[in-house]
C-alpha cells in the first residue's frame, strides 16, 4: 500500500518562512511528478507547485518568486521552502504524488494535509 505523509505545517507570522515535507512509503517502481496543492478556508483546492521527475518546475503565478518545490527521489521525499508568507498562504497544504506500481501502471497519491496558518 502506498502512504503519502506530509509534515512541517504550523503557525507563522507573515514574512516568515516554512518548509513543508511529504515522504512516499510503499511498494513503488518509481514515482513521476510530485507536487503541492493547497485549500485555503471556503475555496476550492488550488496548483501551488509541481515537479517532474526531471526536475521541472511549475508554480502557481501568487506563489512565484516566494516558494521552491524540491525532490530526493532517493529519500522519496518533496520539500515546499516557502519564503516571504502572506496570510492568503493560509489553508490546508496537500501533497500529491503520481507512482508506478508494479502491475498496477500508474497511480496518484494524496496525503492526509498539514496546516499553514500565517498571521498578520
Known amino acids: 500500500q502506498v502512504q503519502v505523509v506530509e509534515s512541517g505545517g504550523g503557525l507563522v507570522q507573515a514574512g516568515g518562512s516554512l518548509r513543508l515535507s511529504c515522504v512516499v512509503s510503499g511498494s513503488i517502481s518509481s514515482i513521476n511528478a510530485m507536487g503541492w496543492y493547497r485549500q485555503a478556508p471556503g475555496k476550492q483546492r488550488e496548483l501551488a507547485a509541481t515537479i517532474t521527475s526531471g526536475g521541472i518546475t511549475n508554480y502557481a503565478d501568487s506563489v512565484k518568486g516566494r516558494f521552491t518545490i524540491f525532490r530526493d527521489n532517493a529519500k522519496r521525499m518533496v520539500y515546499l521552502q516557502m519564503n516571504g508568507l502572506k496570510p492568503e498562504d493560509t489553508g490546508v497544504y496537500y501533497c500529491?504524488?503520481?507512482?508506478?506500481?508494479?502491475?498496477?501502471?500508474?497511480?496518484?497519491?494524496w496525503g492526509q494535509g498539514t496546516q499553514v496558518t500565517v498571521s498578520s
Open positions: 500529491t504524488t503520481n507512482v508506478r506500481i508494479s502491475y498496477s501502471g500508474t497511480r496518484d497519491y
